[in-house]
């Protein structure tokens, strides 16, 4: 995720929560005004309720988002994010149980990341996947493939669930829903919540589920993001003292020979020579004192010229530790998608004069 104007991913974060705040506060005044007076209602339990108690469940229903938002907001690890969210909606819409799936490149099962409520081990004792076997065709393997919700109005009779049925049965469970994690066109996992009576998730249930998952998913994805961009910034220090502080010489060029980076080492074999910088301007390879002569050069040309790697030797004079020394020097091609030099890479070793 790259920042949008010139603002961060969190800013830009925090200004869609705001958002939806608005939009879901909205929703809620437009159902209420649309509500006819006297008229019954479903209740999430599956009986009919009055426009007082729908009213009192919508208000139940912000509160949820609010304080899932908050929990976005506040949390920046995904593990302990998975695992609040699931406390949260079992405390906040008395679920029986919640937890969170993960999909993984390349393997179609789905990987438990997070729980919370009356489980009695039954995450352990099932498999599910999102293929084409009986264990894909349940509501989160659905969910996963249509990227949309998938409830299970009654799982003692949907023959979706048989896979599962007897051990969720055993705890309780009669009715499911299954809501997606979507973010920019990618599923990455699902949100799956159980009850304890059939037919518990209406249209609003499920409605206000999926906006807590997609800003849930957005959390998830935008935290994954940055435990990457730390880790590869980590490998990239790793590399970078290492190739600063390897025993041997290192020269990094671009593809026309111009000199981009020395090393310590290197930069001891040339006499305390630190690179373009020092210069002040553009220092081609061919320039550099351990690239004088003519098989020196026709390495050069090799690597550079045909992408080929190449090796030479040349002598330097006796500097001042009073002993000329021979520097062996390899050079390898960094190509790009068209075959063409993009870098090259020269280490040079010494080796004393004579040996």
């Not at 405390?91 to 409520?117: N, T």
């Not at 006796?318 to 020269?346: H, K, N, Y």
């Amino acid at each position: 995720m790259g920042e949008l104007g010139g603002m961060s991913p969190s800013l830009v974060w925090a200004i869609a929560i705001l958002a939806f705040g608005v939009l879901l506060m909205a929703c809620v005044l437009l159902l209420l005004n649309r509500e006819p007076e006297g008229t019954a209602w479903d209740a999430p339990n599956g009986t009919k309720g009055t426009p007082g108690q729908h009213l009192r469940h919508l208000t139940r229903l912000l509160r949820s988002i609010r304080a899932m938002n908050g929990l976005i907001v506040a949390e920046r690890e995904g593990g302990p994010l998975a695992e609040k969210a699931c406390q949260l909606l079992t405390a906040s819409r008395g679920y029986l149980m919640a937890w969170i799936g993960l999909v993984k490149e390349g393997d179609a099962r789905v990987h438990p990341a997070a729980q919370a409520g009356f489980d009695d081990g039954y995450l352990d004792d099932i498999v599910i996947t999102w293929d084409d076997s009986p264990t894909g065709q349940g509501p989160t393997g659905q969910a996963i493939k249509t990227a949309e919700p998938a409830v299970m109005r009654d799982i003692e009779t949907a023959p979706e669930f048989r896979p599962w049925r007897d051990e969720a049965l055993k705890r309780g469970y009669r009715s499911s829903a299954a809501i997606p994690l979507r973010f920019k066109g990618e599923v990455l996992g699902v949100l799956n919540v159980y009850a304890e009576q059939p037919e518990a998730f209406g249209i609003e249930e499920v409605g206000v589920l999926q906006e807590v998952a997609d800003h849930l998913a957005y959390a998830l994805a935008s935290i994954r993001l940055e435990d990457e961009l730390v880790e590869a910034r980590r490998r990239t220090d790793a590399a970078a003292a290492a190739f600063e502080h390897a025993p041997i010489g290192l020269i990094v060029t671009d593809g026309q020979g111009n000199v981009s980076r020395l090393n310590g080492r290197m930069q001891g074999l040339l006499n305390g020579y630190s690179g373009p910088e020092q210069a002040g301007e553009r220092t081609q390879l061919r320039d550099l004192p351990v690239m004088r002569g003519d098989d020196a050069r026709a390495c050069v040309e090799r690597v550079l010229a045909r992408g080929e790697r190449a090796e030479c030797e040349v002598e330097l004079p006796a500097g001042d530790e009073g002993r000329a020394r021979r520097l062996t020097c390899r050079g390898v091609p960094v190509l790009d998608d068209a075959g063409a030099v993009r870098e090259s890479v020269w280490l040079v070793d010494e080796t004393a004069a004579g040996a």
